[in-house]
């Protein structure tokens, strides 16, 4: 038996709970003679790219696994498909399986779209008639979100696939913020949650992609560039950057 158990012991829970008090307040006491940690240049309080996230450095970080998620679904990006903003990821990565593209946004003044409507409204788009649709960083700026995936779900044709990715930890989107609104950041499992509530469960796939050192990059504005090779494609659960959701209608 350790000193240590020998007190356990002996002493009342009362007096345990005091030494423990102290021995942290010791220590507390004694770290601020031992020097700070060693922050680097990451000890301040304004981003590094304060103005963007990380685009005028490189590659954004968050696009990095966007771009990584459709590469590995390319595969669905086929037929007539629905694209928001503009229809680069849809030529992109659909290439020669598609047929046509729409395009969707929220509001007039986008000489890029072919319809303007509001996702969780779903006025003006028909019913079962994609085979895909790409919704890439588009429900954090929708606050009603079932409605947004009842319309998603609604206008798939039956076993059309729609693709969507979300943030986890980010900044908040300050353009889009003073135009629509940025109402939401995502986990993994709150996306399960939200399509699962209309589509099949087992038609539901669901990853999130990040770790510690990409979340603090990407909240810097560091880009791509400034990590080595390898730093993004490690996953931990806890540090969510972004969350990408396959699902199937049935």
Sequence with gaps: MTARDTLKSILPASARRWLRSWQLASERFL??????????????????SP???GGNRGQCIDR?????????????????VLDFADDTY????GGNRITSVDVLHA?????????????????????????????????????????AVRTLHRILKPGGVVL?????IQKIT?????????????TDASMRRLFEEIFPKENV???????????????HGFAVEDLRPGDLDFHDPDFQVSIALRAVKA
């Design 31 to 48: 770290r601020r003679f031992q020097g700070e940690a060693n922050l680097g240049s990451l000890r301040r309080i304004v981003p590094v």
């Design 51 to 53: 103005s963007d996230f």
């Design 64 to 80: 990095y696994y966007i771009e990584k998620f459709l590469t590995e679904h390319a595969a669905d990006v086929r037929g007539r």
């Design 90 to 93: 849809a030529r992109r990565f």
């Design 107 to 147: 509001t007039e003044g986008n000489p890029q779209a072919t319809i303007v409507a509001d996702l969780a409204q779903g006025e003006n788009l028909p019913t079962e008639s994609y085979d895909c649709i790409l919704c890439t960083q588009v429900l954090l700026l929708i606050y009603d979100l079932r409605a």
């Design 164 to 168: 969507v990715t979300v943030p986890g």
């Design 174 to 186: 300050r353009g889009d913020m003073q135009v629509t609104g940025d109402y939401w950041r995502f």
């Design 205 to 219: 796939q669901v990853q999130a992609f990040g770790n510690v050192l990409a979340a603090v990059a990407f909240l």
